[in-house]
């Protein structure tokens, strides 16, 4: 089997190391090296349908690199699309779902499967609209962070709201629920003119039992900086 490891401090790699009949796959334009034992070919994970709708779910490429070790063993350097931190984790016991932007690389007995969510979820989330993506099958999924990143436990009786720039992926048991602002009461109008003036936007608020994997850094925020001193 692959086996994925991170390696570096400020913006990693992804190094996999692979053995003859090894195959990964992972976002379009991650490949940054590959030795001449693997091949690398653009397909469509899951066939036109699944394509279609992880393209709408997470902004995902439509077609995904599968790397192939077909002459023997060999080592790649994967690289996420935005600066920042990576995470390996593993899917079988657990699945996970996965925030717009946050896939990176996978086994390749791991699928990535697109969910229909709440209307609530869809409206507020940034999450893929109507539809999420989340992991099935056993093996690794490698997710990314503006950032670093971090490790959050839920535990039953003690919930958490995390702003919903900074969520990467988290455990699909555990019951997630939009809300426009950390207050709990005061009503929408109340929670609308507060989210403005704190500068708060939507939040998540996690229940339940398990992971959260958060980033430290806001892709929109940081988008908007920049547009504005670029001036």
Request: net charge negative.
């Amino acid at each position: 089997m692959a086996v994925f490891t991170v390696t570096g401090d400020i913006d990693p790699f992804l190094h996999v190391s692979m053995t003859r009949g090894d195959t990964i796959y992972c976002e379009s334009g991650a490949m940054v090296m590959m030795e001449s034992a693997l091949d690398l070919k653009g397909k469509m994970q899951g066939g036109i349908g699944s394509a279609l709708m992880r393209r709408f779910a997470n902004g995902e490429s439509f077609f995904q690199q599968h790397i192939e070790a077909v002459r023997g063993d060999g080592d790649c350097l994967l690289s996420p699309t935005l600066p920042g931190a990576m995470q390996i984790i593993e899917c079988g016991q657990r699945q996970y779902m996965l925030s717009d932007g946050a896939f990176v690389a996978a086994s390749a007995k791991v699928e990535l499967k697109v969910r229909t969510q709440s209307l609530g979820n869809a409206l507020f989330a940034d999450s893929g609209g109507f539809f999420v993506t989340e992991t099935s099958g056993s093996g690794q999924v490698v997710v990314s962070g503006f950032g670093s990143m971090n490790e959050l436990v839920v535990e039953q009786g003690k919930d958490i709201t995390i702003d919903n720039s900074h969520v990467v992926a988290w455990d699909s048991t555990l019951h997630y629920t939009p809300s426009i602002t950390t207050g709990t009461s005061g009503g929408f109008l109340g929670n609308l003119i507060n989210s403005q003036t704190s500068g708060e936007g939507i939040v998540l608020r996690f229940s339940g039992n398990g992971k959260v994997y958060i980033c430290s850094r806001n892709r929109a925020s940081f988008q908007a900086w920049a547009a504005g001193n670029a001036r």
